[in-house]
């Protein structure tokens, strides 16, 4: 059973693959590395907007960018190594061919920056 992450890598590895050989390892490591921590920003600011508006003093700002900081380096080294020869050949094994558009897949992370964005200005 593989994740969604694991899918969009696939899907992004098999795809520069065919144009740029090699170089399409870091572009799709780059991309689920971009991925996963936009989703977790996303999260982590609407989170911190919410408690904001509730009133609720969780955190300060400087204590959210070191802690985030700290979680971006902790998803850098996992898809490092998880995403290593023998993950993705199983991975790229049991993969089924899929027709997603390769625009929509690089708007997804897009999008929840931008969505991070707006929700860091409601504090």
Known sequence: MTSLFDNYYILIFN????????RSLNIALFYITF?????IFALSTFLMAF???MKMAIMS???????FSIVALFIISKNWMRYNGKKRMIL???SKRSDTSIYLL???PLGCF?????LLQVQ
């Not at 991925?35 to 989703?39: A, G, H």
């Not at 700002?61 to 802690?67: A, D, G, M, Q, Y």
């Not at 931008?114 to 707006?118: H, T």
Request: glycine fraction near 2%; proline fraction near 0%.
């Open 15 to 22: 795809h520069y693959k065919k144009k740029l050989g090699k």
């Open 35 to 39: 991925l996963e921590l936009s989703v």
């Open 51 to 53: 408690a904001s508006q």
């Open 61 to 67: 700002s400087t204590k959210f960018w070191v802690l």
């Open 92 to 94: 790229n094994a049991k």
């Open 106 to 108: 690089w708007l997804f």
């Open 114 to 118: 931008a969505i991070a964005l707006i």
